[in-house]
């Protein structure tokens, strides 16, 4: 409540906290609350003794009296599992009050690989049937459907996210198909062949630089009979080869797309608990759900699903790192609903 605290902290003192479980992603930060009447002081925050390791020191300047607390932050280096914690104070005088202390767990947000994948009936995007994560473009249908709901002939792909080098190269693309085709590298048309024919392959040729992610979207068309695609790559430094997974990424999803969504109605679509530590629920009642994604602030997607029918139903996030979240919803009219929640 602010008013309880260890105080008569003097320079040298220091307190100790044995077996703090800091778990397999450890902290980021340390958080102090805290008054001084006095300068202030420092914090070092050491490991396994008063001369360990240390991950960080907190700089405390005065609050004005002891009884007006406030918090401070200071970045730790990250330590995992069990570790004993010694909280060592230096300064001059009487130094501060401390009311509590916290660390902060790291968060890192992993870049999904794989592109998105939106398959439609039509052989020019007409009608949309399903959005899923491709690892690669590397399919043989042959005489079948894609997947349940699209038709075994006339339909169209398009795949979409970022592609990264692993050298500063001239890299050349290769795409066979059945039928139509067309690649965009950086947002420039390397390969359009937009017609109907099969099997054979078709080229281009575009300089980039490893380390850096660019726009990629490759757009496809089937007529009929036999399908397939293959999406290939070469350069003087990577041998020609189906552009695997771990070269992909998946698009971010933008404070523009948010723009041009509708907003969440509360009567049709209820998250809860929110903030949620493990099991999200959607509880649903005007549409049927078509498929459901979640993406941190920064576009990158934690969770796809896009094979339901249930209209309550749970979603694990027990696994995904602290923070605000969307939940993006599309239902069987092709409506997209955004809600925000708080992972704990």
């Not at 409540?1 to 320079?11: A, E, L, R």
């Not at 079948?144 to 080098?165: C, F, H, M």
């Not at 979603?315 to 925000?340: H, M, P």
């Amino acid at each position: 409540d602010g008013t309880d605290n260890i105080g008569g902290v003097q320079n040298g003192s220091y307190t100790v906290y044995k077996n703090i479980d800091f778990g397999f992603k450890g902290a980021s930060s340390v958080e102090f609350r805290l008054s001084s009447a006095t300068s202030g002081g420092n914090i070092e925050i050491r490991v396994g003794s008063t001369t360990g390791q240390l991950i960080g020191t907190a700089n405390i300047s005065g609050t004005g009296s002891w009884g007006n607390y406030s918090t401070f932050s200071t970045p730790v280096v990250n330590i995992k599992g069990l570790q004993d914690i010694y909280l060592i104070y230096k300064g001059s005088g009487y130094l501060f009050n401390i009311n509590h202390f916290k660390f902060v767990e790291e968060v890192k947000f992993v870049e999904s690989n794989g592109l998105q994948a939106s398959y439609f009936n039509g052989t020019n995007f007409e009608n949309p049937v399903l959005q899923r994560i491709d690892n690669e473009i590397n399919f043989d249908w042959n005489d079948l459907s894609p997947a349940a709901g699209i038709n075994p002939d006339y339909y169209s792909v398009r795949w979409t996210g970022s592609i990264e080098a692993p050298h500063t190269d001239t890299y050349t693309f290769y795409i066979k198909s059945d039928n139509g085709r067309r690649v965009w590298i950086n947002n420039t048309l390397i390969i359009d062949k937009w017609i109907k024919d099969w099997d054979i392959y078709y080229s281009g040729t575009i300089n980039l630089e490893a380390g850096k992610k660019y726009d990629i979207k490759v757009e496809y068309f089937e007529e009929v009979g036999g399908a397939n695609i293959k999406l290939e790559w070469a350069s003087s430094q990577t041998p020609r080869e189906i552009i695997p997974s771990s070269q992909f990424y998946l698009p971010n999803f933008t404070t523009s797309d948010l723009e041009q969504i509708p907003s969440l109605i509360k009567d049709e679509l209820i998250i809860y608990p929110n903030p949620v530590a493990s099991q999200l629920h959607i509880d649903y009642d005007k549409k049927q759900i078509k498929s459901v994604t979640i993406t941190n602030s920064n576009g990158i997607v934690s969770y796809y699903n896009d094979n339901r029918s249930n209209d309550n139903y749970p979603i694990d996030v027990s696994t995904i790192a602290r923070g605000i979240y969307f939940l993006i919803v599309i239902n069987n009219q092709n409506e997209k609903i955004v809600s925000k929640f708080v992972k704990q």
